[in-house]
């Protein structure tokens, strides 16, 4: 299947209106293991691209401590942050935990560092994502849907959560494209970006009438 000039035409326009909603760059520490973004599941501890706006990523801290000359692994509750940016980078980080009491204090009460490129500090919310009892086999994504519909200060705004009719069609409620996460290496390096042609062209077929939809579909069957 073959696209036309036509409709690579579109999808450059569409691609370049787009650019401006994923120019915020975070850089995760590396003590960290990423849960989720925005909603939708994710991995890694590098960087991710994000849309200009507000922003919901959850994780969690993995790392060590020294107890008694041994070091003991450590992995934290879930922690979801919420912040607001625009048109620059950013950095994340958490502390390095020396002992047992900073690991359980971190636990309970997570402390973290949220920064710009000029290295000004950046305000942003933030909660843990609890549950009691067995851990194994958490449906994270689930949890974090049911911690957003809550009011919790690190609680994603529900215009931009989605609902299930438009999940797969990638409009949320504003109207907007929603994100579609997906892994790429870069210098070895993952990185999380928007997949842009196929995230705009559900877009603008969900917003086209029959007849313009009927000509999209006879212009990609060419």
Partial sequence: MKLSAYLLMVLTSLTLSFSSFASIVLNLPHQSYLIAINGEKAQGNKRIVLPNGINQIALRYEGEYKENNYYRPFQSNIIVLKFSGKDDHYNLNFPYLLNKEEADLFNRSPTL??????????????????KAGLQIGRDYIEELAQYNQANHAASMPAKRLLTADTKNSGVNFNGRPTIKVTQATRSNEPTYYINVPETMLRYWYQRADSETRDMFKQQISK
């Fill in 113 to 130: 560092t949220l920064t710009d490129k000029q290295q000004e500090p950046v305000s942003f919310s933030q909660g843990l994502l609890l």
